[in-house]
């Protein structure tokens, strides 16, 4: 066999892996945006669990346990701050002029209240999931950390200056 059939054999036996290695397609924006949402929410409950240990005096099996009790709540927060996300952007829409928003600016309003408000139940539910094995001392220093981590994340949400501060 000849140097140039040889090459011409091994150009055809490695063109389906050639064709294969082609780079995966581009994600599109609402993909970006969800992995997006999914990196900072992780990296918010990180935080949080670094800030619960340093305050309740965790163990690493104890600050473990409390992520995954986290996590949980986090799973079951998504849908209602995306219900949020999503009355909110009707709103913007209809506060700009937008004529089929201006429709449902009422119903927005409303979804995103009910939304909140079970949030919010979510919250209490959580606190004591967390607190229930806490002396009394450990749960109101649980409570003040909750509370102060979802005032800073509040801020950064909205972009305040405090916000990029840590207590």
Known sequence: MTKRMRGAALALLLTPWLAAAEPPPRPTM????????????????????????DA????????????ETLRRFDE?????REQVRDSARVLHQASRGDSAALAQVDSAA?????????????????????????????????????ARAE???KRAWRGGPEAAQDD
């Open 151 to 153: 005032g800073r994340m």
């Open 76 to 80: 079951k927060r998504r849908p209602l």
């Open 56 to 67: 309740l005096e965790l163990d690493n099996a104890q600050a473990l346990k409390m992520e």
């Open 30 to 53: 609402e993909e970006r945006i969800t992995e997006r949402l999914e990196r900072a929410e992780k990296r918010m409950r990180l935080r949080q669990v670094l800030q619960l240990s």
């Open 110 to 146: 409303q979804r995103a209240f009910e939304a909140r408000e079970r949030i919010a139940a979510l919250d209490r539910e959580m606190y004591q999931a967390l607190a229930k094995d806490l002396p009394a001392e450990k749960r109101a220093k649980l409570a003040l950390t909750l």
